[in-house]
Each structure stands twice: as structure tokens, then as C-alpha cells.
């Protein structure tokens, strides 16, 4: 990880997104009372992207970067380690519908959370495992999400949960092409490995 003083300067200007969701057909910035948000880094973000937005009771989705140092960095500037940035996923959601440990059960599911700097053969800074809480709350669950599941390797000699668990930062939004990607790109790359292929432990959402 790069030092924040040594990270790439950025720029001032937002990225231009549309402004509706290729998929859901909701907005991509602005969302209704009732909804709220969840930040996580699960690898390449397309794949998890995908995965959110198929969950019934999601308002909407969008990637992009964060947890990182340079304001509204480009892909290839995050690519490059020097921004100190993950590749997240902004899953908007109602809270009537669909609880924040549901998500977190997802989270937990579908990515290697053991893997450090990297998820399967992509390797940066950019592919590291997180989740970013947005309030007292969604600390609390995510921190016992991770001790539980953390035991749950354990018993299987499966590895160490290396997830940061960090107070949500500024969320940026990734390029247009990105948005989406594999709604527009079927057969387009996803690195999710899931539970079948992965050998890695369902995990218990009722504990949290």
C-alpha cells in the first residue's frame, strides 16, 4: 500500500456515470427513504456487482473505488497500486426487504477471504477483501461476521480471514464501461469463486 503522501494526485472532477441502472432501471446516485448502503471489495468487481444486483430486495448497484488515497482515480491509476484504492461494490438496498447480514452472508460466500492482496489470479492492492460499514451498526455485524467465520476456517485448517473491516471513505465511481460490465459483456471475465468450487464453509448468517 502506498503511503497517502506518496499516492498519485488525482483530480477534482467526478466521473460521468449514467445516470440509471443498466439492469434494475434505478438510479445510480440517488436513492429513496427506506434504502441504505453497503461497501464491499471482493476482487475484481464485476462479478460481485453482478451478484448484488440479482438479490431481491436490492435498489440498486454501481463499482467503483475507495479506501484509498487520490480523489476520483482512474482505473488505470488504480491498477497501478498507486492510489491506495480497492475495487468496491455500493450495494443499495431496502431495508425492508433485505437485512445487511444477508448481504454479509453473500460477501462471505463468494469470494476467498484468505487471500490477501489478491483473489485467485488477480493480484494488486485492488483485489484485496473488505468491507467498509457505514454506521455503529454495520461494524458491529461485520466484525462478528468475521470472527465467526474466521472459526469457521479454523475448524477446517481452511486459512486466516485477512478482510479489513474500515469506516466506509469516500466512495468514487469507476468509468462507464464498468457499470454493470457483464450485463453488457455476458461471457465477459468474473472471478467469483463460489461456494461449490471453492471448498470454503456456508456461513451461518442467524449467529451474527
Known amino acids: 500500500m502506498p503511503r497517502p503522501e506518496d499516492a498519485l494526485p488525482g483530480r477534482s472532477e467526478a466521473m460521468r456515470v449514467p445516470e440509471r441502472h443498466a439492469v434494475l432501471g434505478t438510479s445510480l446516485k440517488d436513492y429513496p ?5 453497503a461497501l464491499f471489495g471482493m476482487g475484481c468487481f464485476w462479478g460481485a456487482e453482478r451478484l448484488f444486483w440479482q438479490q431481491e430486495g436490492v435498489y440498486s448497484t454501481a463499482v467503483g473505488y475507495s479506501a484509498g488515497f487520490t480523489p476520483n ?44 492482496m ?3 489470479n488477480d493480484r494488486g492492492t485492488q483485489y484485496r477483501s473488505g468491507i467498509y460499514y457505514f454506521d455503529a451498526e454495520q ?9 465467526i467465520y474466521q ?37 465477459g471475465y468474473c472471478n467469483l469463486q463460489t461456494l461449490a468450487k471453492s471448498g470454503l464453509p456456508a456461513f451461518a448468517v442467524e449467529k451474527v
Open 33 to 37: 427513504p427506506g434504502t441504505a448502503k
Open 73 to 116: 482515480p482512474t482505473y488505470e491509476e488504480v491498477c497501478s497500486g498507486q492510489t491506495g484504492h480497492n475495487e468496491v461494490v455500493l450495494v443499495v438496498y431496502w431495508t425492508d426487504k433485505l437485512a445487511y447480514t444477508d448481504l454479509l452472508k453473500l460477501f462471505w460466500e463468494n469470494h476467498n477471504p484468505t487471500q490477501g
Open 118 to 120: 489478491r483473489q485467485a
Open 139 to 147: 461494524q458491529s455485524a461485520a466484525e462478528a461476521s468475521r470472527a
Open 151 to 187: 472459526q469457521l476456517l479454523a475448524e477446517r485448517d481452511a486459512g486466516t480471514v485477512t478482510t479489513e473491516i474500515l469506516a466506509a471513505q469516500p466512495f468514487y465511481f469507476a468509468e462507464p464501461y464498468h457499470q454493470q460490465y457483464l450485463a453488457k459483456n455476458p461471457n
